[in-house]
């Protein structure tokens, strides 16, 4: 039996909000705190909290600085990141594939 | 803004383990523990901790039995879990078009 798909999905990149993160950070390239807040309708804190998880694993980088007088947290995907997103992204295809053509 | 597709995911579906659960289950229609166990590449105590959250969600049905002596439990989906699946599928079809979208 060869290895079913899922098997090979990174749950630091499988998981819900972490998936979006990288996938609104993919298409932004830089993207903001407060945005990333608002489009996967977290708190500060779970943000945060996956947000460190990611740097952790070298996915994204934090960048601190202002704009303005504000204060701002903007969040670069890594070509790590980047990579490992394609990989979660090949993995899904070939689960999906596998799903359909069980499909009667 | 339109809402992204990971805030629709549902993390009882999801999430790596019970997804694969979902789809062999699909993809066989009923399945015995011990095959899940080392098609998932699991615990027995890992494994039957992740069926509880389907069963109490409605998504699979647990069948204990005998073949022959030994005893036996057979995992079948539900049509509630067949769905729930497929909308997983439909979703993450989505994310995947966007995030290709925005690969240069």
């Given amino acids: ?19 979006g993160i990288l996938a609104i950070a ?14 996967l309708e977290l708190t500060a804190g779970n943000l945060g ?5 990611l740097e952790r694993a070298g996915l994204v980088h934090i960048e601190k600085g202002y704009e303005g007088k504000r204060p701002r947290t903007w969040v670069n995907l890594t070509p790590t990141g980047d990579k490992a997103l394609q990989e979660e992204i090949a ?8 799903v359909e053509q069980a499909t009667p």
């Fill in 1 to 19: 039996m060869t290895a079913h798909p899922v098997n090979g999905l990174d749950d630091v990149v499988h998981q819900r909000v972490r998936l």
């Fill in 26 to 39: 993919h298409e932004a390239r830089r993207v903001e705190f407060g945005f990333l807040r608002t489009a």
């Fill in 49 to 53: 909290q996956h947000l460190s998880v």
């Fill in 91 to 98: 993995r899904l295809k070939r689960l999906i594939r596998q």
